[in-house]
């Protein structure tokens, strides 16, 4: 039985907004505490919304997907908007995720937080979303499940 779903394979194959925004509003990057893999992503923001995103995934396939999809779920939603997309919703997207895997998911959604971090910073904005983030954290509060 395939352990990956068609949507899955299809942001692994085919993945969405591959690369790195020149001059970038905000730029983050994440390493897994779990794994090690490393995902960068960058954003363009205008007038609070968020108009192109893009990433570079140093990481296993569901966290290419993972990075894939979410990438086209904050593209055209405003910051405070996709600050409230979980890593929970990313799974959703991509029709599930092996347990294993959830922790790729997870540093998709916390380096979009990194990205958006930094334009707050850059910026001297403060989001709701954001608070109490700590993007060199290396535990969140995301359920992350026990691995062998
Ligand atoms: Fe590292 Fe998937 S195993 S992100």
Do not use: W
């Not at 942001?11 to 790195?20: A, I, L, W, Y």
């Amino acid at each position: 039985m395939a352990l990956y779903n068609d949507t899955v394979m299809d942001h692994f194959m085919n993945p969405r907004n591959v690369g790195e925004i020149e001059n970038p509003d905000g730029s983050g990057t994440y390493g897994s505490p779990v794994c090690g893999d490393m995902m960068m992503i960058t954003i363009k923001v205008e007038d609070e919304v968020i108009v192109d995103a893009k990433f570079k995934t140093f990481g296993c396939g569901s966290a290419i997907a993972s990075s894939s999809m979410a990438t086209t779920m904050i593209i055209g939603k405003t910051i405070d908007e996709a600050l409230a997309i979980t890593n929970k919703q990313i799974i959703d997207e991509l029709g599930g995720l092996p347990p294993v895997k959830v922790h790729c998911s997870v540093l998709a959604d916390h380096a979009i937080k990194c990205a958006i971090y930094d334009y707050a910073q850059k910026n001297g904005k403060t989001y709701a979303g954001l608070e109490g983030f700590d993007p060199n954290a290396d535990e969140d509060d995301h359920d992350i499940p026990e691995e062998e």
